[in-house]
Each structure stands twice: as C-alpha cells, then as structure tokens.
C-alpha cells in the first residue's frame, strides 16, 4: 500500500503534469474526501462532480491566458500530448485508481476510528451488564437469605416447645443443631452488615448455616410427629382401673365403711369416664399427626405450630391417663386389701379367742385329773364329767386345727367375693368351736382360783403378744400423707393426727398384753388372781387388734385422698392447656408464638362457663372434710377439664385438616 501510495504522489508531481489541468482537480478534490468519506453512496456523484469540474478548468484556464501565450502554449501541448498520448492515458487511469484507493483507505480508516471509539464503550458495557446482573442477583439472593433467617428465628420458641414436651435425646440434639445454626447465620448476617468485613462471599455460608438449620428443624419436626403418635397409642391402650361389683362394694362396705367406699367408688367413675370421653379424640389426633405433610420450606411454620398444638393436648391426656389409672389402681388394690386383711383379722381374733381358751381349758382339765390321781387331794369335778370335757376338748382340738388351716387359706385368697363366701364357712367352724369350748367350760364348774398356778397359760398370751409385735413395727414403718395444696389442710391434720393416736394406743394396748401375760408367768406375785390376769391379757391383745384395724382403714383413707389430689391437679392441667390454645389465658414469653384455637363468640362462653366450674370445684375442695365430698367436687371438676380439652381439640383438628393435602 505504501508502494502504491508513492506512485501515486510521484505521478502528481510529475514535471510534465505538474501545469496539467488534472493537477488543478487533483488539489481541488482531495478536499473533498471527507465528503466522500461519508459513505460509498456518494462516491459515485462525488466522481461526476470531479469530471465536470474538470471541463470547467480547462475552459477557465483557456479564458484567463493571452491570446499569444494560449496559441503558443496549446501549439506546445498539442505537441506533447500527440508525443505522449498513451503515457497520458496511463497516467489518467492511475490517478483514478489512485483517487478511488485514496478515498477507499479514508473510508475504512475512518471505519476503523469509529469501530475504535465504539469497541470500549461495547466492551465496557458487556463488561457492567454481567458485574450489575450478579449485584442484582446477590442482593437478591441476600434479601431471601436474610428473609429466611427472620422466618426461622420466629420458630425457635415454638421448636424449644416442641423440644420440651418430647423430652428425648433425638429432639435435643436437634434443637442444639437448631440453634447452632441460627447462631451461626447471625454472625454472617453481622458481617454483612460491617462494610469493613474482609469477607468476599459471605452469602454462601449464611447458606449453608440455614440449610443446616432448617434440617435440623426439619428432624426435630419429625421427631415431635413421632412421638404425639406414640402417646396417643400408648393412652389408648391404657385400660381404666378394676371396676367394683355391687356385691364387692357391700361387703367393702361393712369392713371400711360407706364414706371410703362411696368416695372410691366415685373417683374410679370418674376415671373411667373421662378415659372413654378422651378414646376417639385421641384417635382423630394420631389420624391428623399422621397425615400432616412434611416440612420442606421455611414458609411451613404453621405445621410446626400444628404439631406443638396437638403433642400438648396428647401428652396431657397422656399423663392425666397414665397417673390418673395408676393411683387409682393402687387406692383400689389397697382397698381389697385392707378389706381381705379386716376379713381376715376378724377370724384370725376368733381363732386366737378360742386357741387361750383351749389352752385355759386343757390346763384346768390337767390340773383336775392331777387331783383325782393325788391320795392327798380331792377334785371339784366327777370322774365322768371329767372324761366328757376331756373328749370335747379333744374335738375342740380337732376344729382348731381345722380352723386355723381354714385361716390360711382365706389369707391366699385375692377375691373379695370368694374371700368373703370362704370368711362364712370359717366363721360358722370358729363359733362351733367356741360353743363346745364354753360347754366344756361348763362342765367343769371350776373355780377362778383353779388356773391361777398353770404355768402353761403363758404361752397363750405371748403368743398373742409376739404376733402383734411385728404389726406395730410394721405400722410404724407406714409413711405419713403429704400435705397437699388442693384439699382441706385440717382434714389432712386431722388424719395424721388419728393415724399417729392409733399408732400410741397400739402400743399400749400391746404393753398391757405384755405386762398381763409376764404377771401371769411370774405367778401372779402382784397377788392379782390369775382369771383377771388372762382376761386383761385378752383384752389388751383385742386393742390392739382392732387398732391395727383402725389404722388400715385410716392409712387407706389417706392413700385415697392423694389419689383424688393427683386427679385434681390432673384436671386442672388439661383445663389450662385447653384454655391456653382457645386464647383465654395470658401466653408465656417463651410461647408468644403459637397456634391459637379460633372460637366463635358462643363456643367461647361455654368454655368460660366450664373454666368458672373448674375454679368452683377447686376451691370447694379446700373446704371438705371427708374423702367422699372431696371425691363429689374432683368428679365436676374432672367432667369440666374434660369439657374444655375435648372441645378445644376438636376445634384444633377442624384447623388441622386443612393443612393435610
């Protein structure tokens, strides 16, 4: 090009055509290239005005010159030109070629000039469009990371919730995890906040903080599901306490008394009533858990609150079940047992009544045939008599034996009625026995003085006095009643107070029958008869006996009261946790976020009227003063909890299955 170039500028100053007219079109128009840079469109008219400007210089030319100076020049032209005629051809074509390849670099340098000045500002622009597309996205992208830590610091108190009512392993790693993560994301979020943090993507491990927190919401969730599924099939397969027949309940009723009966008989109603009213919502409840989808994004909060809903109405019927059925399982296997121990005690006083006489009886006979064998003495009694009441001794013997085998096995017997039917039969054997004792007593016509130096009347009271011995220890071992809050603190007093009376008039009652039967093995020193001494013996061990007796009935007379104070406060959780979920009671800090129960203005009134009866049961119940009253006010008050809670959670479940796909 540069060769080219040279030639070019070599032909237009060529000395021959240096005073050509084509040197005046030459100078004339290379002006002109920034016209014809304008494009190529123009090129063509720019080339036309060229050729015409042409014809006007010669004309012009040829005007401006003298005549001689024309003629002697044209003459001289005409000449060269005719000598060189081909040269100026060639050289006309090359200054076109030249012309047309000088506008033609112009265009495409000013091509290039232009491509040059627009090339950085494109680059630039594709270099900000990507820049500016990620700011927007990042910004973006924070705003919902950020979003999503808000919306999951507003379920932490429900998942602490939810946490605290699982009470397992699982759900406290979880909610460690949980936590962990939140915390970690608030950092991150700190640091996005600080213009100075050296950090350059800090977006990605806020990320990874959430998404490691929502998993372990997630889990905790799940396990939360798992576990209202568990309570509520483990509360159903729990079977209220034995129920008591009418024929049990009486003869309860002649060893314990109809104020302990009726109030037992009462609270196991109650129980089971409240057992069968919960059956089906637990059913329906397990159902909905069951059901309830996933939790796959943190907009799913609701689900959370759902679960921490239900898994409080289980666990509290859960409990008010489980305790509930376990104390009233015990107050029932203590009543059965206390009235098999009367039951049986009663024979058991009969039986001891007849083995002193029995070993009064064969003494006074032994000392009375001593007399008739002595040369020295003579008996009170015939020869004949005494053979009589020996041989009805020997059948006193006999049924004694037969009695006491009768005992034993009634002390084996768990029924009350086969106990009772078995109590009859023994007894009729018992008093068969004593009548043939007071006959041979009888016969004998013995004198009081007649016993007063058998020794072999000793082991009768001490065998009264080591049987009693253990039981006073064993009453002694007996744990006093607690106080409680919800009953009558005087009633409570007033128990204790009979239980430990009970306990001191056992004890003397035992000292006497100790004191009467070492008197009577010392031989009467004091110089009381020896008649008196037995019969104070006896006395003193009857105390005792019915003491002991006494302090059953009072010690399951206080194992009842804690079993109706167990239920009263079982029945007042249940009516809180309904009450707190129908938005009727002030929320807890911890549990500001929660799923409220929506109740029409009619359905809230009822729920307010079952709360006033809740509170009217409770303070009565401060005021009684026998179980039976008591066990009257937890009955209306266990049928209003009941009320509230199963109202509540059937509304919660209509809410519920709306969230169910």
């Not at 003459?75 to 060269?80: A, I, K, R, T, Y």
């Not at 203590?334 to 039986?351: D, G, H, K, P």
């Not at 085998?405 to 009729?428: F, N, P, S, W, Y």
């Not at 009857?542 to 059953?552: H, I, K, R, Y």
Request: a negative charge; hydrophobic letters at 40%; proline letters at 3%.
């Amino acid at each position: 090009m540069s060769t080219e170039s040279a030639a070019s500028d070599s032909l237009l100053y060529d000395p021959l055509l240096s005073n050509h007219p084509i040197s005046a079109l030459t100078e004339a128009h290379l002006s002109d290239t920034e016209s014809v840079l304008a494009g190529p469109a123009s090129l063509s008219t720019n080339l036309s005005t060229a050729a015409h400007s042409i014809d006007e210089g010669l004309s012009t030319e040829a005007d401006q010159k003298n005549a001689v100076s024309i003629s002697r020049r044209s003459q001289n032209v005409q000449e060269q030109l005719r000598g060189s005629s081909t040269a100026v051809s060639v050289t006309a074509l090359v200054i076109w070629f030249s012309l047309g390849l000088f506008v033609f670099q112009s265009l495409r340098a000013s091509d290039g000039s232009q491509k040059q000045e627009l090339h950085p500002q494109k680059k630039q622009r594709v270099h900000l469009q990507p820049k500016q597309g990620r700011e927007n996205r990042q910004r973006g992208s924070r705003g919902k990371l950020l979003h999503q830590l808000d919306e999951l610091l507003q379920l932490q108190a429900v998942a602490v919730q939810l946490a605290e009512t699982t009470q397992n392993h699982e759900s406290h790693l979880a909610l460690h995890d949980f936590r962990e993560s939140l915390e970690r994301a608030k950092r991150v979020k700190k640091l996005l906040e600080d213009s100075s943090s050296p950090w350059k993507s800090p977006d990605n491990v806020m990320e990874k903080a959430l998404h490691r927190g929502f998993s372990a919401l997630s889990h905790l969730y799940e396990a939360s599901r798992q576990h209202g599924l568990t309570l509520a099939r483990e509360a159903l397969d729990i079977q209220p306490a034995r129920e008591f027949s009418v024929q049990e309940l009486k003869i309860m009723e002649s060893y314990l008394g109809s104020p302990v009966v009726e109030a037992i008989e009462n609270h196991m109603n109650s129980l089971k009533l409240s057992c069968r009213a919960f059956a089906w919502k637990l059913e329906e409840t397990a159902t909905v858990l069951e059901n309830l989808p996933r939790l796959e994004k943190v907009e799913d909060g609701v689900l959370l609150d759902a679960i921490a809903a239900h898994l409080n109405f289980v666990k509290a019927v859960h409990e008010a079940a489980t305790v509930g059925r376990q104390s009233a399982q015990e107050v029932a296997s203590s009543a059965v047992a206390v009235t098999l121990s009367q039951l049986v005690r009663n024979q058991m006083n009969r039986y001891r009544e007849c083995r002193d006489l029995m070993e009064e009886r064969r003494a006074m006979c032994r000392e009375e045939r001593e007399r008739h064998e002595s040369p020295t003495k003579e008996g009170t009694v015939n020869k004949k008599e005494l053979e009589t009441v020996e041989l009805l001794l020997k059948r006193g013997e006999q049924l004694l034996s037969h009695y006491h085998g009768d005992i034993e096995e009634l002390q084996k017997e768990r029924d009350i009625e086969l106990a009772e039917a078995a109590r009859v039969q023994t007894e009729d054997l018992g008093k068969e026995l004593k009548v043939l004792l007071d006959v041979a007593f009888a016969r004998m016509n013995v004198f009081p003085e007649a016993a007063t130096q058998n020794k072999k009347v000793e082991d009768a009271y001490k065998a009264t006095l080591d049987w009693f011995s253990p039981m006073v220890g064993e009453e002694q071992g007996q744990d006093r009643p607690p106080s409680k809050k919800l009953l009558n603190q005087g009633m409570l007093n007033l128990l204790t107070g009979s239980l430990w009376q009970t306990e001191n008039n056992a004890k003397s009652a035992c000292q006497q029958a100790g004191i009467a039967a070492t008197a009577i093995s010392l031989g009467s020193e004091a110089g009381a008869p020896g008649r008196d001494l037995m019969a104070a013996a006896r006395r003193a061990a009857a105390t005792a006996e019915s003491l002991v007796g006494s302090a059953e009935v009072l010690w399951l007379h206080a194992q009842l009261l804690e079993s109706l104070e167990c239920d009263l406060r079982m029945s007042v959780n249940l009516a809180q946790v309904g009450a707190a979920r129908a938005g009727l009671t002030e929320t807890p800090t911890h549990e500001q976020r929660q799923w409220v129960v929506e109740l029409s203005e009619p359905h809230r009134l009822h729920v307010e009227a079952l709360e006033r009866d809740v509170e009217t049961a409770k303070n009565l119940a401060r005021t009684h003063w026998s179980a039976r009253d008591v066990a009257l006010s937890a009955s209306t008050m266990k049928n209003a909890a009941v009320g509230i809670a199963s109202f509540v959670q059937q509304q919660q479940l209509k809410q519920a299955v709306a969230l169910i796909p």
